[in-house]
């Protein structure tokens, strides 16, 4: 069955657009030059991220894309202007992002690198490292964001 359709979300690849980035290192037809997202990288105003040229099935509820969309902008004003943490030199806060979970698939159990590059709809790096920790006031990450 064929899910409803859905656009390319020029505002929602905004969120990703710097991670697709090769700042003038290596070729840049490559697709992976100098950055850990593809620069094929598409994302659809359904949460889907996916490769330029790639069939995508949108197997998801709207309804549920729509709650899922709120509860992203809800979390954002939560968080406020504490600081992604990744390391770099940039100033990069967190923005309302969601990838809604396609229908008629079983939930997930556990949040892994496997379903992590799943749901990127393999536009991450394929040598790239994916670190999955518990989202809880502990942790290397929150005591370096910290």
């Given at each position: 069955m064929?899910?409803?359709?859905?656009?390319?979300?020029?505002?929602l690849?905004?969120?990703?657009?710097?991670?697709?980035?090769?700042?003038?290192?290596?070729?840049?037809?490559?697709?992976?030059?100098?950055?850990?997202?593809?620069?094929?990288?598409?994302?659809?105003?359904?949460?889907?991220?996916?490769?330029?040229?790639?069939?995508?099935?949108h197997n998801?509820?709207?309804?549920?894309?729509?709650?899922?969309?709120?509860?992203?902008?809800?979390?954002?004003?939560?968080i406020?202007?504490?600081?992604?943490?990744?390391?770099?030199?940039?100033?990069?806060?967190?923005?309302?992002?969601?990838?809604?979970?396609?229908?008629?698939?079983?939930t997930?159990?556990?949040?892994?690198?496997?379903?992590?590059?799943?749901?990127?709809?393999?536009?991450?790096?394929?040598?790239?490292?994916?670190?999955?920790?518990?989202l809880?006031?502990?942790?290397?990450?929150?005591?370096?964001?910290?």
């Amino acid at each position: 069955m064929q899910g409803p359709s859905f656009n390319p979300s020029p505002e929602l690849f905004e969120i990703i657009a710097e991670c697709t980035e090769h700042y003038y290192v290596g070729s840049p037809d490559a697709e992976w030059p100098n950055n850990i997202i593809s620069r094929k990288a598409i994302v659809y105003e359904s949460g889907v991220i996916a490769r330029e040229g790639d069939i995508v099935s949108h197997n998801v509820d709207p309804n549920e894309v729509d709650l899922c969309r709120q509860l992203s902008v809800e979390v954002r004003q939560v968080i406020g202007d504490v600081e992604v943490g990744m390391g770099s030199e940039a100033t990069t806060f967190f923005s309302p992002f969601s990838i809604c979970s396609p229908c008629n698939t079983d939930t997930p159990t556990a949040i892994t690198s496997d379903l992590i590059r799943e749901r990127f709809g393999g536009t991450i790096f394929p040598l790239a490292t994916i670190t999955v920790e518990p989202l809880e006031e502990s942790g290397i990450w929150w005591g370096e964001i910290l």
